[in-house]
């Protein structure tokens, strides 16, 4: 019970000086009397490491949850569309994952998981997150954000919503001139995430909800009111859900001559590829970097990325594991085999598979 109330005051304690000091001063103050006893007495602010600390824990539907999260320090300052990547221990092993921001603060973010089948880290924070825990965190990462379009389209499927959530809110609050329209598909009406949200969002643009297992009138997939209103094709898009389902739409978008150029992708669930077949050598052209690699013996079998590596060349990146998509680059002329959407290639997880390839 002594515990509990020196928690819940310690808690009080932490949002106040985030609150009264901000990020930067505590960042100041912090580093310059960190020692034995302010590491001991407040590890959350006397720490070198980004750390978040639960402040509350929303369920959502029957398998997903928003867990409200106040990082200390150390964070940066956040943009909807991006994620962070969130470690969590069990049975003594550190795993990592990267969830989108369903909710930025001020002084708070948030996250929504949704418990996957046989998801481990997914399914111990829907069974044990609690306020008042700490969590390691990275600072927010990704390049999953507004660009300033005018005429926009949101497309997610499941969880794929919650960046599309947080996108679709901060748009309509800093850029009201913007005309943002939404499709979010789940399996039923049960599944739906953000449910009073987006019947608000509904009053501010167009929001529509597929639902892929309910019979009767609903639409029952983003196919469906794509192909009912042609002119959402007009817009820029930004898509994000399970693999199988942004290939659906990316083919439907090919298909009906899209540019490409105008769509922003982000996946997380990437089940991985392995390089198929011989691989002949490649002359790439890295366009950014003005760099042309003529690929050699010693380059087969190796990724993009490595490949790029290997010849002094840096291409930005994160994971390395075909997740983030911070190194995200587009096709201009020739193929690529494994991670690629549309003209988007993933060089960590994409291999060259013409004699002839232009990355821009
Ligand atoms: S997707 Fe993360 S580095 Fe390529």
């Given at each position: 019970?002594?515990g ?6 310690a808690?009080?304690?932490?949002v106040w000086a985030?609150?009264?000091?901000g990020r930067e001063?505590?960042?100041y103050?912090t580093?310059?009397t960190?020692?034995a ?6 590890p959350f ?5 980004c750390q978040a600390?639960?402040i509350g824990?929303?369920h959502?539907?029957?398998d997903?949850?928003t867990i409200?999260?106040l990082?200390?320090?150390?964070f940066?300052?956040?943009r ?8 969590v221990?069990?049975?003594g092993?550190?795993h990592?994952r990267?969830?989108?921001l369903?909710?930025?603060?001020r002084?708070?973010v ?8 046989g998801?481990l880290?997914?399914?111990w924070?829907?069974?044990h997150?609690?306020r008042g825990m ?9 390049s999953?954000?507004?660009?300033g379009?005018?005429?926009?389209l949101?497309?997610?499927?499941g969880?794929?919503i919650t960046p599309?959530?947080?996108l679709?809110n901060?748009?309509?609050a800093?850029?009201p001139?913007?005309d943002v329209?939404?499709?979010a ?9 953000f449910?009073s949200?987006l019947q608000?969002?509904a ?8 639902l892929s ?6 639409k029952q997939?983003v196919?469906a009111?794509?192909e009912?209103?042609?002119?959402l094709?007009?817009r ?5 859900g399970?693999?199988?389902?942004m290939d ?5 978008l090919?298909?009906?001559n899209?540019?490409?150029a105008?769509?922003?992708v982000?996946?997380?669930?990437f ?9 002949s050598?490649?002359?790439?052209y890295f366009?950014a ?7 050699t ?6 990724t993009l990325l490595e490949i ?9 990146h994160?994971c390395?594991?075909g997740?983030?998509?911070?190194c995200?680059?587009?096709l201009?002329?020739g193929e690529?085999s ?17 004699t002839k390839?232009?990355?821009?």
């Amino acid at each position: 019970m002594m515990g509990r109330v020196l928690g819940q005051l310690a808690l009080l304690a932490e949002v106040w000086a985030l609150k009264a000091f901000g990020r930067e001063w505590l960042h100041y103050i912090t580093s310059n009397t960190m020692n034995a006893v302010t590491t001991r007495l407040a590890p959350f602010f006397w720490t070198y490491e980004c750390q978040a600390r639960v402040i509350g824990v929303r369920h959502e539907t029957h398998d997903a949850i928003t867990i409200e999260l106040l990082p200390n320090q150390h964070f940066s300052q956040a943009r909807a569309g991006q994620y962070i990547e969130l470690e969590v221990v069990i049975n003594g092993q550190v795993h990592s994952r990267c969830y989108s921001l369903s909710r930025l603060g001020r002084h708070g973010v948030a996250i929504t998981v949704k418990r996957k089948q046989g998801g481990l880290v997914s399914s111990w924070l829907f069974d044990h997150a609690r306020r008042g825990m700490v969590f390691s965190v990275s600072r927010p990462q990704g390049s999953f954000v507004y660009q300033g379009q005018q005429k926009l389209l949101m497309i997610s499927a499941g969880s794929g919503i919650t960046p599309c959530y947080a996108l679709a809110n901060e748009i309509l609050a800093e850029a009201p001139s913007a005309d943002v329209a939404m499709i979010a598909q789940f399996k039923t009406d049960a599944d739906v995430i953000f449910s009073s949200g987006l019947q608000r969002l509904a009053q501010l643009c167009r929001v529509e909800i597929a639902l892929s297992q309910s019979a009767g009138t609903v639409k029952q997939d983003v196919i469906a009111c794509l192909e009912q209103s042609p002119e959402l094709l007009g817009r820029d898009i930004y898509l994000c859900g399970p693999a199988g389902f942004m290939d659906k739409v990316v083919g439907y978008l090919t298909s009906k001559n899209y540019n490409l150029a105008r769509l922003q992708v982000e996946r997380f669930n990437f089940d991985g590829y392995a390089l198929a077949g011989e691989q002949s050598l490649s002359e790439i052209y890295f366009q950014a970097h003005n760099a042309t690699v003529h690929m050699t013996e010693a380059d087969r079998g190796k990724t993009l990325l490595e490949i790029a590596e290997a010849h002094g060349i840096e291409l930005e990146h994160g994971c390395r594991a075909g997740m983030c998509g911070s190194c995200k680059c587009h096709l201009v002329h020739g193929e690529v085999s494994g991670n690629q959407l549309g003209i988007a290639v993933y060089p960590c997880t994409a291999y060259p598979a013409s004699t002839k390839l232009v990355i821009g």
